[in-house]
């Protein structure tokens, strides 16, 4: 560590480090968020289906966020377990153009949220409800009402309707999960 590194850590400048996992099926656009979550000139330019896992780094106005970003592909979805430990929040994005997976996502997401590391903590979760400029998509109303998330009473959630590749909906998402640690940490 450097000196000046040192230095922002004893003063407090340092900004907090916080340990997120990216989950949802495969094709949702988790890499393609993540990598747009990032400085402009740090953006891979080509984006390809995540094999078992990949680790990124992205900061926001005061945290600094390591994400597990998870394959959703099927036979990786067993790897995400192991990772629900560590994790203080949880990034789940949902494709809300394809209507006939929405069932596999809630599946999916249904037990993530009975499994033993999760069902208990009070761990924040954001819900992207992504690829909103695809004419098929459905609205994050839609899609919050087929995943039935005003059954998760006992952990804060929030969705967001949102466009990977522009960009939008994504800074609103990381805010509220900014607020959403700090005010655990704090
Ligand atoms: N139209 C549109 N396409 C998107 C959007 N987000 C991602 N995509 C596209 O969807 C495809 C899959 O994106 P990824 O980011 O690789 O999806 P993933 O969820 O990481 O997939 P896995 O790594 O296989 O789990 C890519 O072709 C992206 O360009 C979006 O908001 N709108
Ligand atoms: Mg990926």
Known sequence: MGLLD???GLLGLRKKEVHVLCLGLDNSGKTTIINKLKPSNAQSQDIVPTIGFSIE???SSSL???VFDMSGQGRYRNLWEHYYKDGQAII???DSSDK???????EELDTLL???????RRIPILFFANKMDLRDSVTSVKVSQLLCLENIKD???HICASDAIKGEGLQEGVAWLQDQIQAVKT
């Open 64 to 66: 600094s966020f390591t």
């Open 155 to 157: 952990k804060p959630w």
């Open 114 to 120: 009975n499994h033993p590391d999760i069902k208990h």
């Open 92 to 94: 789940f994005v949902i």
């Open 100 to 106: 006939l997976r929405m069932v596999v996502a809630k």
């Open 6 to 8: 040192r230095l922002s």
């Open 57 to 59: 780094k992205f900061k």
